[in-house]
């Protein structure tokens, strides 16, 4: 019906393209190739003359539903709405978008839109966690599974990646991004962009990506959630903007604006981000939403007058769609604000124009309904499953390995007690942003032990200790978590000294520790780094029964580990790690797969040192480490990029293809990479750059390059690396401008950011 409206001729010149190219690439028909630009304007711009301006308006609204009720299907039968957000049963999505497509004047579809931000039903490793995989392929594979379990129920809009550079692990949502840093988290924007959309937009099982929050929600004040961030500029253009700058060069489809103040102008109706940088500087080509009821609360923040006022400042800031839980600001006002000249029809047609865009792109107009018969096809298959394993396996960091304790030794353990809140909770081992998951096939750290070692150990488990869930869940909505009632003061004695008198009868202790699934993501900071609850003295009392113990970190945050650093013999920070958790923790203890990742931010001893990322600029007296604190080292305890391996790596023979570049140039960096132990293992060489003066003064290091490679026993690789003049750029306060200025520039590569192999070269006018 769509068609005949629309435009034949349009549609029919799509088709015949389509033959064409199928013809021309011997490519299946069901795979329907990307629309030209051309294509899509003129089929966007013929819907467009025929809508009325309620239709208009209608299309830049996105709804929260929870529950599908004759109100949402009056607003959708009525064309009032252009997105729904959270509908995940795919018999309700094609129920709704039967009405839309069906009853709605001009038929135009809806998209549906969600946060899968680690996994839809196959729950991957949190997205700190990817990151510390270091392994941008991997991240571009789980996003693409994620994608397409989303897509197969009539999902066509992913919430994610979520990109904010993150320096203070008080916020929770630290555990959503990829840590520290601007290059590592670029790598990973990209990946992720490439994962979900896949080729182009609209490329079958697929969906939009949408990269949030833009921008600075990760610098909130005091680490708490939702508050105002202070950025400077030098900060903006050189920490916190590259990644979503990566993700717009990787062809993002949609941007989400933040929550927060930035600078006392609220990130939402901030026209510098959303329009001066994001289009005019970057070029960004798809749309803008809305974070849920950002427009409204321009007005909680003290900016907005009134929500017409809200309406007017979000929409001439740059945003397209607002994103609100109950009806829009955009649908209650912006009709008003063309009687008063606020806003003008045309700027309500360009933001149409870019979501109806992305719509045809995704194929809604020619497919806008899922196949239900699919779904239990896709949902969990089994090869996603292995592919959520090897994320785990490839994420972990070991933090600690006294004297070779890992890999198990098998015949030395027969009898192991596995201890810990978190050691046999499913719920805990997905991590926060999991709503679709498959508890019933979610595998806890101890059925993975079971069934790794269980034919020749002994395995038992107690929890010791229960943490408090302090407040109820802030997705508690849409969750399904069920909370055991509390232990009673006496109880939780007595769970503890169970717990203790079962390590001190078995050979080995796996204690499992860390934070609740909800511990970290939205409105999850915390103030303290702290184990939650007993798990401090739960920790201490199992490791004073003098049994070897191993510590499996389950959490989104570094947590103060200081006494497990000194006292714990081997430590693996297993981070939240999905739907096969409990098998990649076991496969790795047992040694079938050898820990790589690498840490994506410093890890510090306390919370008091907080920030305290590794690219800081250099200051008075620099060799005297003991004058920043009185009370504690200044160095973090453990660095960024670090993690260990059962197997040993040297780094040699650094060398730079010139010692004098001019500032247009490039050179070559190549070092040879060694595996001196006995294990096939993994290492990530990483490259480190500092510039020594110029018009701004420079991180002490930061990275510009890393490789993640397996290397065999003796074996060495040689890898190469390129400074180029990307490397080398900068926002320079002092210039307030891009500079590449001429300099001496150190190099170093290695294992970490505290890699020592060292070269230099210069750069001249
Ligand atoms: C608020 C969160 O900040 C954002 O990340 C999320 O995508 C939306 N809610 C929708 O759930």
Not at 431 to 438: C, L, M, N, T, V
Not at 567 to 587: D, F, K, M, S
Not at 623 to 642: C, H, I, N
Request: proline share 5%.
């Amino acid at each position: 019906m769509m068609r005949k409206q629309v435009s034949r001729d349009c549609l029919f010149r799509w088709l015949l393209s389509i033959l064409l190219l199928a013809v021309a690439t011997g490519r299946n028909f069901a795979q329907p190739a990307p629309r030209s630009d051309a294509d899509v304007q003129h089929f966007v711009d013929s819907l467009l003359q025929k809508m009325t301006t309620e239709e208009k308006i209608g299309q830049l609204s996105q709804l929260f539903v929870f529950d599908s009720g004759e109100k949402v299907e009056k607003t959708v039968a009525g064309g009032e709405v252009g997105s729904l957000l959270f509908i995940t049963d795919p018999a309700a999505i094609n129920r709704l978008q039967h009405l839309a497509v069906e009853k709605s004047r001009l038929h135009i579809p809806l998209i549906f839109g969600f946060d899968v931000i680690h996994g839809f039903r196959t729950i991957f490793p949190v997205p700190i966690a990817m990151a510390a995989s270091w392994d941008p392929s991997l991240e571009t594979e789980g996003q693409a599974t994620a994608a397409k379990e989303a897509r197969a129920v009539g999902i066509n809009w992913a919430f994610a990646p979520m990109l904010d550079i993150a320096r203070d692990p008080r916020w929770g949502r630290m555990v959503e991004g990829a840590g520290e840093d601007p290059y590592l988290g670029s790598a990973m924007a990209a990946a992720q962009v490439r994962g979900f959309q896949g080729d182009y937009i609209g490329a079958p099982d697929h969906v939009l990506a949408c990269m949030k929050h833009f921008a600075g929600y990760g610098a909130a004040e005091g680490g708490r959630d939702y508050d105002g961030s202070y950025i400077s500029d030098a900060q903006m253009g050189n920490v916190y903007l590259p990644p979503f700058h990566a993700a717009v060069k990787a062809g993002v489809g949609s941007a989400m604006s933040a929550y927060m103040d930035l600078n006392d102008v609220p990130a939402t109706g901030n026209r510098w981000l959303l329009t001066d940088v994001l289009r005019q500087q970057w070029g960004f080509k798809g749309f803008v939403v809305s974070d849920a009821d950002a427009v409204k609360s321009l007005v909680k923040h003290g900016y907005a007058r009134d929500l017409h006022d809200a309406a007017v400042r979000a929409l001439n800031a740059g945003v397209d769609m607002e994103m609100a839980q109950d009806a829009t600001a955009f649908g209650q006002s912006l009709a008003a604000t063309l009687k008063t000249g606020e806003i003008s029809l045309q700027q309500i047609e360009t933001a149409d124009r870019r979501i109806l865009t992305a719509k045809a792109r995704l194929g809604l107009f020619e497919h806008p309904y899922v196949d239900q018969a699919q779904v239990a096809n896709v949902l969990g298959a089994p090869e996603h499953r292995t592919t959520e394993r090897m994320a785990a396996e490839r994420s972990a960091v070991l933090l600690r390995n006294e004297n070779g304790l890992l890999p198990l030794k098998k015949e030395a353990y027969k009898k192991i007690a596995v201890v810990g809140p978190l050691a046999d909770s499913k719920l805990d081992t997905i991590g926060p942003w999991a709503f679709q998951e498959d508890l019933p096939e979610t595998v806890t750290v101890v059925e993975g032990l079971k069934s790794e070692l269980g034919a020749g150990a002994q395995i038992s488990f107690a929890p010791g200790v229960q943490i408090a869930r302090t407040f109820p869940s802030f997705f508690d909505k849409i969750d399904h978590s069920v909370h055991p009632p509390a232990w009673s003061a006496e109880q939780q004695d007595q769970e503890m000294q169970k717990a203790v008198d079962l390590a001190g009868s078995s050979d080995l202790a796996i204690l499992v520790l860390g934070e609740l699934h909800d511990m970290s993501g939205e409105a999850a900071s915390r103030q303290s780094l702290d184990l939650p609850g007993r798990e401090e003295e739960l920790m201490e009392k199992v490791v004073a029964t003098g049994k070897p113990v191993v510590l499996v970190l389950v959490n989104g945050r570094p947590l103060n580990i200081v006494w497990a650093s000194q006292h714990v013999p081997a430590i693996l920070e297993a981070w939240y790690p999905g739907t096969q958790g409990g098998n990649a923790v076991a496969r790795l203890l047992a040694g079938d797969v050898v820990p790589g990742g690498k840490l994506p931010f410093s890890w510090p001893r306390n919370v008091g040192q907080i920030p305290i990322n590794y690219a800081h600029n250099t200051t008075q007296s620099p060799e005297d480490q003991a004058k920043r604190y009185w009370d504690v080292q200044s160095t973090p305890l453990f660095p960024f990029g670090f993690g260990l391996s059962y197997s040993q790596f040297t780094f040699s023979d650094l060398r730079l293809s010139k010692a004098k570049i001019n500032a247009d140039e490039s050179l070559d960096v190549t070092v040879v990479v060694e595996n001196t132990g006995s294990y096939t293992a993994d290492e990530v060489a990483q490259l480190y750059l500092h510039q020594q003066y110029g018009s701004g003064s420079r991180p002490v290091r930061e990275l510009k390059g890393f490789e993640r490679t397996e290397l065999k026993p003796a074996e060495r690789k040689t890898l190469r690396f390129k400074i180029g003049k990307d490397e080398r750029t900068y926002w320079s306060a002092a210039t307030r401008s891009w500079v590449v200025d001429p300099s001496t520039f150190d190099v170093w590569v290695g294992p970490d950011s505290s890699a020592s192999l060292h070269a230099s070269f210069a750069v001249t006018h």
